[in-house]
């Protein structure tokens, strides 16, 4: 094996601090280490010390029953032969004996300590003790001229069956291992002075040496480094061109972004013979349904293949960028007409991905560039705002920056800023259009319209305010208010005995979505005073396919379990599946005016049979707008159509001119026709 380095280097490597920060780490060792030794030498005097009391104890007590023996021998002899009666001293010296014996007992588990041996001596002792005290108490209790023989069984228990020596050797063996352990200690106090030594030892060889060659080492390391930096430059200079492609591009499509448009729009050079520069700026039309239906995945695999396309409609040297979202931008040189022509066929054909045919719309706002000095910003404004109007004017087409462009769209925003006064101030007012049953001519109900009447404006109609309604997120405010006008006055004609009113209320589909409707609505129904058979709430067939999370059809289920009659809107304009009409609570359908004004054409006239026919299989009663003419509203009679609704019959009127109305009108047979109109 050959050595990639010195063997010597190899030897010192792992005593060599790689890294100088970490010589906290041996520091911290070190004092463990010497941490432990003192620990140890603590535990080991403290065990020295309770073994050194323990044998003292042993010993002292050992010795104390020596002596009391001796004391209860020695009196004894006193006794005998003398005819003293007093034995309290004897009697005193045996209950000593006794005492300082059960002291004696009381330490014996702790013996072990110093030999195990010492238990089976224990064993013997304490059966010779039994006996001499048996024998003391015998003498104690005996006659005098027992006594003598008494004396000398106390003496022979005492010296010739082994109490003395048992005693004797109990201090003896306790004070000899006692003298071994103190020597042991002594031993291991010189092992730990020299455990000491050794890690001052330790800490010279490994920490300050090691730090020394940590430095030496860093520095090598360093000088390494910088030669791998000076090496690294050309490697800098890619990233760098690489971050640089990053910061200007969209990472999703690859195209240059907002800040290359920026750049490049700043850098064109104009000639005024030649150059017909524009700006394009395209927005996919319903991109955000896309997402949410079959996934961000398939969204974003669009957005790219969309970008690629767009390439394609211009040359290499013009520009195509991604600026956010669904939107687009290219700048070019060529005719802008040509130019959308081809990016309006481009988008014609489905995109194909992964394996699904995806068709796509989109809207564009262009934006002519000259040489003025309006900044780059200022031409991406413009192209927003003509995009914009594209999308509101119903998307898929192309919308040129004009000035009048800016003036609607700034009118569309004053208008949303004026709705939310308008709403507070009461200026949103319940128009009311009759609506008249063909079967007898009588007076069945009236359709609530909105109107605005504008502080400065005049009377706007919805067709003006209600897209501004819609932006500004105030429809559910807007119904509201107007539901509760209608309610009011529709309580007045009752409680006048003009009529009993009957009216329906159009509900925007964020009204019918909205998850406070049903606690919102029946309290202006309670406060209002009208049953719940008066009133009457109309739905659009777009409510039904949008809404959201499934609350319109929870709502429109909510509020037929109280009563309230629901009908279809516009039914016929070819939005709603026929199933929504089995599956949901409806009491009628409305009949779109594009389909009563033909009758009685024969085509339009086996439509509408169609559609009553299913009305009536269904148990749907059915309404016809547009009904202008006694002739169609006698030909729908024929065909079995309920009510009809329409300027023959009554236009919608305000308040004021529609009580005139109902008192001329509420309870006379009507048909229509101009003389009706007329009576309006």
């Known amino acids: 094996m050959r050595w990639k380095s010195n063997p010597l280097e190899v030897v010192r490597r792992p005593f ?6 970490r010589l906290w780490a041996h520091y911290c060792l070190a004092l463990i280490i010497v941490l432990c030794l003192i620990i140890f030498s603590y535990v080991q005097n403290r065990a020295m010390v309770d073994r050194g009391l323990l044998a003292a104890q042993a010993i002292k007590r050992s010795n104390g029953q020596v002596l009391a023996a001796q004391d209860i021998i020695a009196i004894s002899d006193g006794l005998v032969g003398a005819n003293a009666a007093d034995l309290a001293e004897f009697d005193n010296a045996v209950l000593n004996f006794e005492a300082v014996y059960a002291d004696l007992r009381a330490s014996q588990p702790s013996w072990h300590l110093f030999d195990d041996n010492l238990v089976d001596t224990t064993q013997h002792l304490h059966q010779k003790t039994i006996s001499f005290l048996a024998v003391a108490k015998d003498f104690a209790a005996a006659p005098p001229d027992r006594r003598f023989g008494l004396n000398l069984r106390l003496k022979y228990v005492y010296q010739q069956s082994g109490l003395h020596e048992n005693l004797l050797e109990v201090s003896r063996v306790i004070s000899a291992r006692f003298k071994a352990e103190a020597t042991r200690f002594q031993i291991q106090q010189k092992a730990m002075l020299l455990a000491s030594g050794l890690v001052l030892l330790a800490e010279a060889l490994f920490i300050f040496r090691p730090a020394q060659m940590s430095v030496v080492s860093s520095l090598k390391s360093m000088r390494k480094t910088t030669n791998e930096l000076r090496t690294s430059q050309e490697k800098l200079k890619k990233m760098n061109a690489q971050l640089e492609h990053i910061v200007r591009h969209d990472p999703l499509t690859g195209l240059p972004n907002r800040r290359s448009l920026i750049e490049y729009l700043d850098g064109i050079k104009f000639d005024k013979r030649t150059d017909a520069w524009s700006l394009l700026l395209v927005g996919l039309d319903g991109f955000k349904s896309i997402n949410d239906t079959i996934g961000h995945d398939y969204g974003d695999a669009l957005l790219i293949a969309v970008g690629n396309a767009l390439k394609s409609c211009v040359d290499s040297e013009h520009l195509v960028a991604h600026v956010g979202g669904d939107e687009f931008v290219l700048i070019s040189n060529e005719a802008s007409e040509y130019l959308i022509k081809r990016i309006f066929a481009l988008l014609n054909e489905p995109f194909e991905i992964s394996g699904r045919r995806i068709p796509i719309n989109a809207s564009i706002g262009h934006v002519a560039i000259d040489d003025s000095s309006r900044q780059a910003n200022d031409l991406l404004a413009d192209a927003e705002i003509a995009l914009q109007f594209a999308k509101n004017s119903g998307g898929k087409k192309a919308q040129a920056f004009q000035q009048h462009v800016r003036d609607d769209i700034g009118s569309m925003q004053k208008l949303q800023l004026d709705l939310t006064d308008a709403i507070r101030n009461g200026e949103i007012e319940p128009w009311f259009q009759p ?78 979505s909205d998850p406070y409707l049903i606690e919102r609505f029946l309290r202006a129904v309670q406060l209002s005073g009208l049953e719940a058979d008066q009133v009457v709430i109309e739905v659009l067939e777009t409510t039904l396919i949008n809404g959201k999370d499934d609350l319109a059809s929870i709502n429109i289920d909510s509020l037929a379990e109280c009563g309230i009659a629901l009908e279809l809107d516009d039914f016929g304009t070819g939005y709603a599946s026929l199933s929504k009409l089995t599956q949901l609570p409806l009491a009628g359908i409305k009949l779109d005016r594009s389909l009563i004004a033909p009758l009685p054409d024969h085509a339009a006239d086996s439509v509408v049979r169609a559609i009553l026919a299913l009305a009536a299989e269904l148990g749907l009663h059915v309404i016809a707008e547009g009904v202008e003419e006694d002739a169609q509203a006698a030909h729908l009679k024929e065909r079995g159509c309920n009510v009809g609704q329409g300027y023959g019959f009554g236009r919608p009127m305000p308040p004021k001119e529609f009580t005139t109305w109902l008192s001329a009108n509420a309870k006379r047979t009507l048909k229509a026709g101009p003389d009706i109109a007329r009576i309006a």
């Open 16 to 21: 060599l601090l790689r890294k100088p920060e």
């Open 435 to 512: 609506q008249v049953r063909l079967a007898d001519g009588r007076l069945h109900g009236a359709e609530v319209l909105v109107r605005w009447r504008h502080p400065t404006r005049g009377l706007l109609t919805p067709d003006i305010f209600l897209p501004a309604a819609e932006r500004a997120g105030l429809m559910i405010d807007l119904d509201h208010a107007v539901w509760k006008s209608a309610m009011d006055l529709a309580r007045g004609w009752q409680d006048a005995d003009v009529w009993r009113p009957v009216i329906s209320l159009n509900a925007a589909p964020d009204t019918i």
